[in-house]
């Protein structure tokens, strides 16, 4: 656009549409996008299946949270699967957790999950996969 | 097309130059999305298996919103003060006055002297006036900067006196002058002030470590000093983190790069 062009435009029009205004307007509406999706996904459920090395459901495994806390990861709570092998933890306070489960006979199991923001809900599209392998037997 | 075709050694260094000078800022970028230490063997160009959680990291290992709240508001004061008070001192250097080029041998004999020289005083200044450990104390030192007051000047020397006298004519005041005349056509300087004084605010870690006390006055680069000074493992956070802080200052840049190069070129062809 030329400049006499540019000049032609209403005086509102060059004031609001122009690349200092776009840009951060832009940066503006997907921040707050994004603060509306983490307000309406935060309360801390972190829901999976624990399966065996056949890949059938394991009813009764432990599973537990982890949570980072400065340099180590710590227990937070824990589990028993139900008969579909599903599990559920409510109260994820976390961003960088990770996931044990182990079952006496069946295996253990334990898994790294990153999460875009404390609290995130999740729900693993890979169940943890017990292994004997794992226990050390 | 036939000297289209005479540039292609001119491009070719150029476009090397540049590899050269992004290089850099692309290692940075892939180690913030990959976490590969700098000395892993064999390099990769590629970053494997890319993600943002490092970024997530950094922003929950401090707070990270505060201190760049503070950077935010330290730097528009920054801003605004030196557009202000530069214009005004660059417009007095356009007129003619006893002594003036005395006072521009002393601005220019100034601009010798390192800030790290000068802090003692500033430290004692912004004490006696109540300041440390507040926004305005964060950014007094910064309030004005000579190159960017000869930015102005330059600017300003290539308006016509003739529009300068026709508005005098007119009943403008000097203040008017410079608000209502060499403002608008000094737009390139504005510019060039704008991301001059934002970027030497937002990446100044000096005076901030020395004026701040608590730690929710604490900015960016105070803020990654001490992001490494408590993080072990750090590779991918510590480049994340570097991003962060210079996001907005390139973002900045490529928003106003045009304004930018034409102010400080303007002046250079006069004459």
């Known amino acids: 656009m030329s400049l006499e062009e540019d000049l032609a435009r209403p005086r509102w029009k060059r004031w609001l549409f122009n690349r200092f205004v776009l840009v951060p307007g832009g940066i503006g509406i997907i921040a707050i996008v994004w603060n509306a999706w983490v307000f309406t996904h935060n309360h801390g459920t972190v829901a999976g299946r624990v399966v065996d090395a056949k890949g059938a459901p394991v009813e009764g495994a432990e599973v537990k949270l982890w949570v980072f806390n400065f340099t180590t990861f710590v227990e937070q709570a824990s589990t028993q699967t139900k008969a579909d092998g599903s599990f559920e933890f409510a109260s994820n306070p976390s961003h960088n957790i990770q996931l044990s489960a182990e079952k006496a006979g069946v295996g253990r199991s334990r898994i790294p999950v990153r999460l875009y923001f404390q609290s995130e809900d999740i729900s693993l599209k890979r169940p943890l996969q017990l292994s004997a392998a794992e226990t050390g037997k | ?271």
């Open chain 2, 1 to 271: 097309m036939a000297r289209q075709r005479r540039h292609w050694p001119i491009h070719l260094v150029l476009i090397a130059a540049c590899f050269v000078m992004l290089v850099p800022f692309y290692w940075v970028l892939k180690t913030s999305v990959s976490g590969e230490n700098i000395f892993s063997y064999p390099p990769s160009i590629i970053p494997r298996d890319p993600h943002l959680f490092y970024y997530v990291d950094v922003w929950y290992a401090i707070p990270f919103a505060r201190y760049f709240l503070n950077s935010v508001v330290v730097s528009v004061l920054t801003i605004i003060a030196n557009v202000v008070l530069n214009a005004m001192a660059g417009y007095s250097l356009t007129q003619a006055f006893a002594g003036k080029q005395i006072v521009l041998m002393l601005f220019l004999s100034c601009m010798m002297i390192p800030f790290q020289a000068t802090i003692i005083p500033a430290y004692l200044i912004t004490g006696k006036l109540g300041l440390l450990d507040s926004y305005l104390g964060l950014a007094l030192p910064m309030f004005s900067t000579i190159i960017c007051i000869f930015v102005f000047k330059a600017s300003f020397d290539a308006v016509p006196r003739s529009l300068l006298d026709a508005a005098r004519v007119d009943g403008l005041s000097e203040w008017l002058i410079i608000w209502k005349v060499m403002m608008p056509l000094a737009k390139a300087a504005v510019a060039t002030n704008v991301i001059l004084s934002f970027i030497w605010s937002w990446n100044n870690f000096m005076w901030p470590l020395i004026a701040t006390r608590s730690q929710d006055m604490q900015t960016l680069p105070l803020g990654l000093a001490r992001f490494i000074s408590y993080q072990e493992d750090t590779t991918g956070a510590l480049y994340a983190f570097c991003i962060m802080v210079l996001a907005p200052g390139i973002l900045l840049f490529l928003l106003a790069q045009k304004e930018f190069v034409q102010g400080l070129t303007t002046g250079a062809t006069k004459g």
